[in-house]
């Protein structure tokens, strides 16, 4: 068996049982349970990334739901909110391509929601003078007057979340997850090619 390193375990470090894995008994989170399940099925098994990515996906989730909840009260999708706040944040006209990018989406789901937006009041679109195929995208006062509106909401319920860590604790978490995040993003899907 190898550590999570990529190294041999440990002696006496059984079954990825080190300190913080799955098995202490101190910890009752879900993913908990579940490492638990598969070293029981898999003793073998090093379930060290198990009990990060588990974790990470399953905080994700549970943000995601329930920053989501001023957003259904608006009649909003999480992608509709994201369009909308990257117009916002940028200050500025965008296209629909430069909105992609900054959204991570595809040009039909920009395309979709853009239809969508543009149909409650909350964005408008404007043809380039030079040529006819660009679209220009801004933010209606009643789209800005929305996103000015949740934004402070969702950054509330942020900061009561993460008021358990302290400061320090805060900042080095920001800066573990920067890497991974930064790393992830560099390499792309070439990790499971």
């Known amino acids: 068996m190898t550590a999570t390193n990529g190294g041999p375990t440990p002696a006496g470090d059984a079954a990825g049982t080190r300190p913080g894995a799955g098995t202490d008994p101190a910890r009752s989170d879900t993913v908990s349970a579940v490492v638990r399940q598969w070293q029981a ?4 098994l090093d379930t060290g990334p198990m009990e990060i990515i588990g974790r990470i996906n399953r905080c994700a989730a549970l943000l995601q739901q ?4 001023p957003l259904r009260r608006a009649g909003l ?3 509709e909110f994201d369009l909308l706040g990257a117009l916002r944040r940028t200050g500025h ?3 629909p391509g430069e909105l992609a990018r900054e959204t991570f ?3 039909a789901a920009v395309t979709k929601r853009l239809k969508q937006l543009t149909e409650r009041g909350l964005v408008e679109r404007r043809g380039d003078t030079r040529d006819r195929r660009v679209a220009h995208v801004r933010l209606t006062d009643t789209g800005r007057d929305l996103v000015d509106g949740i934004l402070p909401e969702q950054l509330t319920y942020e ?3 993460l008021s358990a860590l302290s400061p320090d604790v805060q900042g080095e978490l920001a800066g573990r ?3 991974l995040l ?3 993003e560099g390499l792309g899907g070439a990790l499971r090619a």
């Open 41 to 44: 099925v898999h003793p073998q």
């Open 66 to 69: 329930a920053e989501d909840a």
């Open 77 to 79: 999708s999480r992608p």
């Open 93 to 95: 006209e965008l296209t």
């Open 105 to 107: 989406s595809s040009g």
């Open 159 to 161: 900061t009561a979340v």
């Open 177 to 179: 997850l920067a890497e």
């Open 182 to 184: 930064s790393r992830l």
